[in-house]
């Protein structure tokens, strides 16, 4: 298979879909790789370091789409790159189609086949290609917080962790998942006073035993968000519903009850965000203000930490990759229902049903694609 990694065009992405050694891996399985020049300039890797893995160096996005058969990449692709898809090609990437109408639309005009990385499952009934990068935002979420309370940031000028004497910061995570756990294993790190609400008593007891007591854990109803709010300093919404559009769970009435300079940190925005007044940002403008409050809503996040995030997706992605290239998508899909579950968009039909009851669209199940 002619498999191809154009360079990200999303403002501010520094990761590339595919790294070197992936690259070497696919040509030691009989694959051909063609890479744009400089894709992987930004996490560190250059034009050599593919060449040198045995592919090949395309000179224009274009090339690569046109070259390829499956295209495998990091972020959504933006308008530009979907008017280059077509039919019987495959796209592998993250999708986060629910809350996106329109890349839906053109995903679902070119008639090409998509697969989500944020929908692959696995069997203990996680999100392998979701969790490495969920690992990296959810660390990264009380460091960029700490950053935005900072006083010449425009927050309210408090140290996360505090000093002797001095009360540390606030922390509430909404959402006790896989980022909400990173960033508590960060936030506590750093001295703050951190309070993890979810849904899942078993997952709050979970909590509370690794974390040995050093942190406070609630049930997260709506009044206890409301409760936590007079008193946080940072919040930091972490919460996910696989494929679908992230609940709302703070609206703009309640921002009137937090401290002025108080921070959101929306990690889910990538599905729509948490928050009412969330709304998608850039790493060269990371944050905006409404009612007093700050709000981080970076869409890519690990962006910022493009070679670590880079090669942690990398490692994730690979076997799947080189499924979908040895045996073909319709087979690869056939006998693996955790990638099986990726498939968002099929020749013209969405095939992921939560997409579809957030886009109120028609839906057809992904065995019924592969029994066509």
């Known amino acids: 298979m002619k498999i191809g990694c154009p360079r990200e065009i ?11 050694d992936a690259a070497r891996e696919a040509v030691s399985h009989g694959h051909e790789v063609v890479v744009e020049t400089g894709a992987g300039l930004g996490s560190g890797f250059a034009d050599a370091d593919y060449v040198a893995a045995g592919a090949s160096i395309l000179a224009t996005a274009e090339a690569v789409f046109e ?31 629910a809350p996106d109408p329109a890349q839906t639309r053109d995903l679902l005009a070119s008639g090409v086949t998509a697969i ?11 999100l392998p290609l979701l969790a490495p990068m969920s690992e990296v935002a959810g660390r990264l979420a ?31 995570i909404i959402g006790g998942g896989v980022v ?33 007591g050093r942190l406070t854990t609630q049930y997260a109803s709506a009044a206890a968000v409301a409760e936590r709010l007079p008193s946080a300093d940072l919040v930091i919404g972490a919460v996910l519903v696989p494929g679908a559009a992230a609940p709302r ?26 928050f009412e007044t969330s709304r998608a940002t850039t790493h060269q403008d990371p944050i905006y203000e409404v009612d007093g409050i700050l709000h981080y809503c970076v869409a890519n996040m690990p962006g910022a930490v493009a070679r670590t995030s880079t090669q942690g997706l990398g490692n994730a992605t690979l076997p799947f990759l080189l499924s979908l ?32 009851r957030a886009l109120d669209l028609p839906c057809v199940s992904a065995d019924t694609v592969l029994a066509a």
């Open 10 to 20: 999303k403002p501010q992405e520094f990761r590339v879909g595919m790294t070197p």
């Open 67 to 97: 070259t390829a058969e499956m295209i495998v990449k990091v972020k959504e692709p933006q308008a530009a790159e979907r008017a280059r898809l077509r039919r019987g090609q495959v796209l592998f990437t993250y999708l986060h189609l």
């Open 116 to 126: 989500a990385y944020e929908t692959v499952t696995d069997a203990r009934g996680g």
């Open 142 to 172: 009380p460091q960029v917080g700490a950053w935005a309370l900072q006083k010449a940031n425009g927050g309210r000028g408090m140290l996360l962790g505090g000093i002797p004497g001095v009360r540390p910061a606030n922390v509430v």
């Open 180 to 212: 909400g756990t990173a960033a508590a294993r960060v936030a506590v790190g750093m001295g703050a006073s951190v309070t993890v609400l979810d849904r899942s008593v078993p997952r709050l007891s979970y909590l509370d035993d690794v974390f040995l």
């Open 249 to 274: 769970l703070i609206s703009r009435a309640q921002l009137a009850t937090m401290q002025p300079g108080s921070v959101l940190v929306d990690v889910a925005i990538d599905q729509g965000g948490c």
């Open 325 to 356: 290239a040895d045996k073909g998508w319709r087979r690869a899909c056939a006998e693996d229902p955790h990638l099986r579950a990726g498939l968002n968009v099929h020749d013209g039909q969405l095939t992921y049903a939560a997409v579809a």
